[in-house]
């Protein structure tokens, strides 16, 4: 039964940064049965319907069949949920204009109410169709945005659990200095430009982010898990999150090796390959002096501050 009794779809949504290894954890608790990792699925409308780009089984968006019958089973097909998707989940949702409007749902986080918007109605059926489809309880989202959070937290039918991801911002800078490619080879040449922003930028929104995720996690409960302690041990997160019996299951298919050739529809991200974890401190040894210097600088009080922790809903 992917529903619970209640009748309302469980997510586990990743909150981080860019380039914090949210793909990794994401695939890592899709192993685990009765969850479903879909990538960062608020990106499903416009890289899977409008640009059609490949789903992490390798196969166009288009023409997957995993995502053919969740839309399928959500609208009745992929051309119906062109004509109903409303204009913020097609794109609009990245313009400043709406980041300032939705700024005031990410400090409020509310809950769903009585008026029930178009986009918060279409996000429902989308992700009890992922459910269905799947067979799984679970949808794990790793969509990152707290803005997108704070929708599917208003979102009738959903109930979200948060994971606030946080990598050392040097760790970050060099990942963004290599161009990411998709399960088919193929490189995401459509995200060059990320590459070029600047590490004061990219670091101002690492600390925005995680400092709005903090005070997300002390209001409304949930994990903070530290990137660099997950891939030295996954065992306290997968414990916290799954619980013993799911979480032994999960870290005996990492001991043993989990296939190459394993499907995880997901949309976005990096292809994990193979899911080997291992720590990956490079960047201290291969990161130009002036970025890993403005890097240590900004982020270390906060730095001194974050741990992995869980968080009880109040």
Not at 198 to 219: G, H, V
Request: charged share 25%; net charge positive; glycine share 8%.
């Amino acid at each position: 039964m992917p529903l619970e009794q209640n009748g309302r779809t469980r997510v586990e949504y990743i909150v981080s940064s860019g380039r914090s290894g949210s793909t990794l954890v994401g695939s890592v608790l899709g192993l685990a049965d009765d969850h479903v990792f879909v990538g960062e699925l608020r990106l499903v409308w416009q890289e899977g319907l409008v640009q059609n780009t490949p789903c992490g089984c390798g196969k166009p968006f288009l023409e997957c069949p995993f995502w053919r019958d969740v839309f399928r089973e959500a609208f009745g097909g992929f051309e119906q949920a062109r004509k109903i998707a409303p204009k913020s989940l097609l794109g609009e949702i990245g313009r400043f204009s709406v980041k300032m409007k939705e700024l005031g749902k990410v400090l409020a986080f509310p809950a769903p109410g009585s008026v029930v918007p178009d986009e918060l109605r279409t996000l429902s059926r989308l992700y009890a169709a992922v459910s269905k489809v799947s067979g799984a309880r679970t949808v794990v989202d790793s969509s990152k945005s707290i803005r997108y959070a704070a929708m599917l937290n208003a979102t009738p039918g959903l109930k979200l659990r948060v994971t606030n991801l946080v990598r050392n911002p040097g760790g970050i800078l060099m990942s963004r200095s290599r161009q990411s490619k998709q399960r088919d080879g193929s490189e995401k040449t459509w995200k060059v430009e990320q590459r070029r922003v600047k590490a004061t930028k990219a670091i101002a929104k690492w600390m925005a982010r995680n400092l709005l995720a903090s005070r997300l996690l002390r209001r409304k409960g949930g994990v903070r898990l530290m990137y660099e302690d997950f891939v030295r041990d996954q065992t306290w997160y997968l414990t916290t999150v799954l619980g013993q019996e799911a979480a032994s299951g999960v870290l005996s298919q990492l001991r043993n090796g989990v296939n190459e050739g394993m499907v995880q529809h997901q949309i976005s991200g990096n292809w994990v390959r193979e899911m080997k974890i291992r720590p990956d401190e490079r960047w201290r040894a291969e990161l130009p002096v002036l970025p890993k210097i403005i890097a240590g600088v900004l982020s270390f009080p906060m730095m001194q501050v974050y741990r992995s922790k869980l968080y009880v809903r109040p």
